[in-house]
C-alpha cells in the first residue's frame, strides 16, 4: 500500500532551470495539494486540486504551475528555478475536504 | 491575518510528564476540521488526531487528546505520559468545508523536546 510518493526525494537546481515534481497517490483520493515549506517554519499551500483536470491557486502560487491530467496524478513545474524556491516541498492527498491528510515523504528542492 | 496560531516556538518536556500544545485559529466558517501533524527530525508528516466543529466531545486517540474550546477558538494538543520518541516538530492545521475547498491552513509549529 503505497499510499502519496513523490518523486524525486533530492534535486538540485541552478538558476534558471526548470523542472517538475511527481506526486502520485493510489488512494483514489480527489483532493491532492503541494505545500513547501521553509526552515521553520510551516506549510504553504502553492496550488490545489479538487478533482482530475482542475486547478487552483492557493497561497504561494507565483513560480509554480501545475497539471492533473489523471486523477491520481498532481505534477508541479518550476519553469524558471529561483534561489527563493529552496524548499521542502510535500503533495498530500485526501478523499474528501473533510478529512485528514496523506503526506507524500517530501523533495529537498536546493536552487543554487 | 493568520488563521491559525502557534504561539510556542519551542517546549520542554519531563519524560512521562503530560504536555499541552497550544493551537487558536480563526474562521468565519461553521464547518471546519481541525488536526495535529507530528514532524519528526526525519521530516515525514505524521497525522495525530482531528476534530471536527460540530463534535460536542473532544478528540482522544492514545495518548493524545485536544482539548477543544469553541467560544474560545482553541485546540489546543495534550500529550500525556511523554516518551523520548514524542520529541518532534508539532503542527496544528484546520480545513474549512464550506468556503475554501477544503484548503489546510498550518500553525508555524511548536518544537517539543523530551527530557530523559
Known amino acids: 500500500n503505497a499510499g502519496v510518493t513523490q518523486t524525486p526525494k533530492f534535486r538540485v537546481l541552478k538558476t534558471g532551470q526548470s523542472m517538475t515534481l511527481l506526486c502520485a497517490q493510489d488512494?483514489?483520493?480527489?483532493?491532492m495539494y503541494w505545500y513547501r515549506q521553509d526552515p521553520g517554519m510551516g506549510l504553504r499551500l502553492i496550488h490545489y486540486?479538487?478533482?482530475?483536470?482542475?486547478?487552483a491557486k492557493g497561497e504561494v502560487p507565483d513560480g509554480y504551475n501545475v497539471s492533473r491530467l489523471k486523477k491520481q496524478n498532481f505534477l508541479l513545474g518550476l519553469e524558471s528555478a529561483a534561489p527563493s524556491q529552496t524548499s521542502v516541498y510535500f503533495c498530500?492527498?485526501?478523499?474528501?475536504?473533510?478529512?485528514?491528510?496523506?503526506f507524500g515523504s517530501g523533495t529537498q528542492l536546493s536552487v543554487l | 491575518a493568520q488563521k491559525i496560531t502557534q504561539t510556542q516556538p519551542g517546549m520542554f518536556v519531563q519524560e512521562k510528564e503530560a504536555v499541552t500544545l497550544d493551537c487558536t485559529y480563526d474562521?468565519?466558517?461553521?464547518?471546519?476540521?481541525l488536526f495535529w501533524y507530528k514532524q519528526p527530525s526525519s521530516g515525514e508528516m505524521i497525522f495525530l488526531i482531528y476534530?471536527?466543529?460540530?463534535?460536542?466531545q473532544n478528540a482522544t486517540e492514545g495518548r493524545y487528546s485536544l482539548n477543544f474550546q469553541k467560544a474560545r477558538k482553541s485546540a489546543n494538543l495534550v500529550i500525556s505520559a511523554s516518551q523520548l520518541g514524542d520529541s518532534a516538530m508539532y503542527f496544528c492545521?484546520?480545513?474549512?468545508?464550506?468556503?475554501?475547498?477544503?484548503?489546510?491552513?498550518f500553525g508555524d509549529g511548536t518544537t517539543l523536546t523530551v527530557k530523559p
Open positions: 474562521t468565519s466558517d461553521q464547518s471546519y476540521g
Open positions: 488512494m483514489n483520493h480527489e483532493y
Open positions: 486540486s479538487v478533482g482530475e483536470g482542475t486547478t
Open positions: 492545521a484546520m480545513r474549512e468545508v464550506n468556503t475554501n475547498a477544503g484548503k489546510s491552513t
Open positions: 476534530q471536527g466543529s460540530y463534535d460536542e
Open positions: 498530500a492527498s485526501s478523499f474528501r475536504d473533510s478529512e485528514k491528510l496523506f
